[in-house]
């Protein structure tokens, strides 16, 4: 996640503006959002008016760009891609994933909820809690469910305290897995629900586009989340914890088999997608800032 490519939108008609949503920098001109952000409901049609700021508020002074929108789901699914009338240029490459398994994994993103609102003004708040890949409906598809630690109570006034938080980018281990949609009023505004990169990434123009625009197509690294303790032990499966041993010299087998895997592995953030599904798969529980 790269707070430089966070984007807060607002859309509505030439007179004003009538939504206020989330986004996130996916290439120079690029913005992912959800659909329902920049779409017209009552006539399905993309707001005349949309502008876009680029840049988490306290390092970044840029003025709002107009957009237009690019692509839509042909499926339906609540997710856009707005076109920016100026690139802007971040450093950097974004990495898409997707959950995998049963146990539930940390994620976090950034929006621009209503409840975060003070003298008329935005404020950002770092989503974060527990994406369960097991909840949610039949469709794997469909949505992802995110649990979230720190939740706004009901506004009295009956607005929805999430709302301006649709189209956050969701990301766990460092990987785009989905936008924000909505919010679930059953769970006391505690759970949000997000479409899943997946259930879009394979669209075939999505994917011209992004190659257009000089963003590399969304390669999903499967992400699972080391098991519980307890699931390892009805398992059989031994969870081992801390960092590997200290430096040894290596032997000549071992000298030869990482002349390849250099090769292949030469970028670190490369070794850092392959390796961490690995070792998690195997059981371990690898510290987060290794």
Same mark, same amino acid.
Do not use: L, N
């Given at each position: 996640m790269d707070q430089r490519r966070l984007a807060l939108i607002r859309s509505g008609g030439v007179d004003k503006y009538r939504c206020v949503g989330t986004g996130y920098l996916i290439a120079p001109r690029l913005v992912l959002t959800a659909r329902h952000v920049v779409v017209d409901k009552s006539s399905g049609e993309p707001w005349s008016k949309i502008n876009v700021q680029v840049g988490h508020? &306290?390092?970044s002074d840029a003025s709002p760009r107009r957009a237009t929108v690019l692509w839509t789901h042909a499926q339906g699914r609540d997710v856009a891609l707005l076109r920016l009338g100026d690139p802007i240029e971040v450093s950097g490459t974004v990495k898409w994933g997707r959950p995998v398994g049963s146990a539930p994994l940390r994620y976090q993103g950034l929006g621009y909820p209503l409840a975060t609102v003070k003298e008329g003004q935005r404020s950002v708040e770092h989503l974060r809690g527990v994406l369960p890949p097991l909840a949610g409906g039949a469709d794997a598809r469909d949505l992802y469910v995110l649990d979230q630690d720190p939740a706004p109570g009901k506004p009295a006034d009956g607005k929805r305290a999430w709302s301006g938080a649709s189209g956050s980018a969701v990301f766990c281990e460092g990987h785009l897995? #989905? /936008?924000v949609i909505h919010d679930d009023d059953a769970f006391d505004n505690r759970r949000l629900h997000a479409c899943p990169v997946h259930s879009f990434a394979d669209d075939p123009y999505f994917v011209d586009l992004l190659q257009e625009y000089g963003a590399c197509s969304p390669q999903l690294i499967?992400? *699972? +989340? +080391?098991? *519980?303790?307890?699931? *390892?032990?009805? *398992? #059989?499966? +031994? /969870? &081992?914890?801390g960092r590997p041993p200290a430096a040894r010299t290596l032997t000549q087998a071992e000298e030869e088999l990482l002349r390849p895997l250099w090769a292949l592995l030469e970028d670190p953030s490369l070794r850092v997608a392959h390796a961490r599904p690995l070792v998690q798969r195997l059981g371990y529980l690898v510290p987060a800032d290794y």
């Open positions: 508020p &306290r390092d897995v #989905g /936008v499967d992400i *699972s +989340a +080391a098991p *519980s303790s307890e699931e *390892s032990a009805d *398992s #059989g499966q +031994a /969870v &081992r914890f």
